[in-house]
T-cell receptor
Framework: DGGITQSPKYLFRKEGQNVTLSCEQN?????MYWYRQDPGQGLRLIYY???????QKGDIAEGYSVSREKKESFPLTVTSAQKNPTAFYLC?????????????FGPGTRLTVL | GQQLNQSPQSMFIQEGEDVSMNCTSS?????WLWYKQDPGEGPVLLIA?????ELTSNGRLTAQFGITRKDSFLNISASIPSDVGIYFC??????????FGSGTKLNVKP
């Protein structure tokens, strides 16, 4: 089945540790995105990538890093510099082109930093 | 970043009633999207709108892309208990970035 997978579903880490969240898509989409969602709030953009080996900072990039070495994969690292990392993280992808710019989401990863 | 104003924040309705929610933006968008999110899950796309004035239906859902390209609404007719969830609007700008409303929490009483 085509889609976006995120793993793991739940992640627990100790304060001060870096942690990497996985995002894989087999939709052949060019663009991929990472969002953060806090309780009762909308989605805030962390990083996005329009093409392999290129990515841009979103509105809340501080304390996060990404890589885009393959079209299918866009891992997000939450570093120890992120002051409040506990949140629900959503990965999304979009096909480029006129009338195909629809964004699809993965199931999310809930990160809890203890 | 750009701000999307989504209203209402929450709604409590009786099963069978119609629902309407809307989003407004300070900037124009090229695409408007509406999503539904269940607790602990990723948002699921309901309707995509690509042209100003476009009116699109998906079953009991109807959405419109405003003529000014700065607003959109979503209507749900004859609500049922499984409509419960949080509904988000999203707009896409010229740089392929998406901006999201803060959500409308829908509660449906059987």
């Amino acid at each position: 089945d085509g889609g976006i997978t995120q793993s793991p579903k739940y992640l627990f880490r100790k304060e001060g540790q870096n942690v990497t969240l996985s995002c894989e898509q087999n939709l052949n989409h060019d663009a991929m995105y990472w969002y953060r969602q806090d309780p009762g709030q909308g989605l805030r953009l962390i990083y996005y990538s329009q093409i392999v080996n290129d990515f841009q900072k979103g509105d809340i990039a501080e304390g996060y890093s990404v890589s885009r070495e393959k079209k299918e994969s866009f891992p997000l690292t939450v570093t120890s510099a992120q002051k409040n990392p506990t949140a629900f993280y959503l990965c999304a992808s979009t096909a480029r082109g006129w009338h195909t710019d629809t964004q699809y989401f993965g199931p999310g990863t809930r990160l809890t930093v203890l | 970043g750009q701000q999307l104003n989504q209203s209402p924040q929450s709604m409590f309705i009786q099963e069978g009633e119609d629902v309407s929610m809307n989003c407004t933006s300070s900037s124009i968008f090229n695409t408007w999207l509406w999503y539904k999110q269940d607790p602990g899950e990723g948002p699921v796309l309901l309707i995509a709108l690509y042209k100003a004035g476009e009116l699109t239906s998906n079953g009991r859902l109807t959405a419109q892309f405003g003529i000014t390209r700065k607003d959109s609404f979503l209507n749900i007719s004859a609500s049922i208990p499984s409509d419960v969830g949080i509904y988000f609007c999203a707009g896409r700008d010229n740089f392929n970035k998406f901006y999201f409303g803060s959500g409308t929490k829908l509660n449906v009483k059987p």
